[in-house]
């Protein structure tokens, strides 16, 4: 069984930073795509950034440009999300996602094949 362990969140004051990770077990399977998503409260789920495991791109929503990178771990079947210049709207349950093979269309339509547990991060003014 495929699951998706995420750690790394908590709480920091605005300004700070905090780096995400989600791993892959239960699977030798190599994922096409893994992203991270979040879901503030009383608010959408909302796209943070993806990358495609194989060519090692990267797309970032606009409010994470320049602040968060998203990175891999191949050897580990880890993916990063750091982020840094935390702002109080960052503030967040953020998920780890991925896609086994491109007919799942993660980024544009938040549809995965797997999703992790989600990790909190909050940011405090």
């Known amino acids: 069984q495929v699951r998706l362990v995420e750690s790394g969140g908590g709480s920091v004051q605005a300004g700070g930073s905090l780096k995400l990770s989600c791993t892959v077990s239960g699977d030798s399977y190599r994922m096409y795509s893994m992203a991270w998503f979040r879901q503030a409260q009383g608010k959408e789920r909302e796209g943070v950034a993806i990358i495609y495991t194989g060519a090692g791109s990267t797309y970032y929503a606009d409010f994470a440009k320049g602040r968060y990178t998203i990175s891999q771990d191949d050897a580990k079947k880890t993916a990063y999300l750091e982020m840094t210049s935390l702002k109080p709207e960052d503030t967040a349950m953020y998920y780890c996602?991925?896609?086994?093979?491109?007919?799942?269309?993660?980024?544009?339509?938040?549809?995965?094949?797997?999703w992790g547990q989600g990790t909190q991060v909050s940011v405090s003014s």
């Open positions: 996602a991925a896609a086994r093979s491109t007919r799942t269309k993660l980024w544009t339509t938040g549809i995965a094949d797997y």
